[in-house]
């Protein structure tokens, strides 16, 4: 489910499980914060 954050760029809610995160978190955020 696509969603528009406050910068206004749209980051799509995918459930992916970041294999150092332990959780369920965006694909566009485990990709930033790896």
């Given at each position: 489910?696509p969603?528009?954050?406050?910068d206004?760029?749209?980051v799509?809610k995918?459930?992916?499980?970041?294999?150092?995160?332990?959780?369920k978190?965006?694909?566009?955020?485990?990709?930033?914060?790896?």
């Amino acid at each position: 489910m696509p969603s528009r954050r406050g910068d206004g760029t749209l980051v799509f809610k995918i459930c992916f499980y970041g294999p150092s995160l332990g959780g369920k978190t965006t694909a566009l955020e485990w990709v930033y914060h790896r």
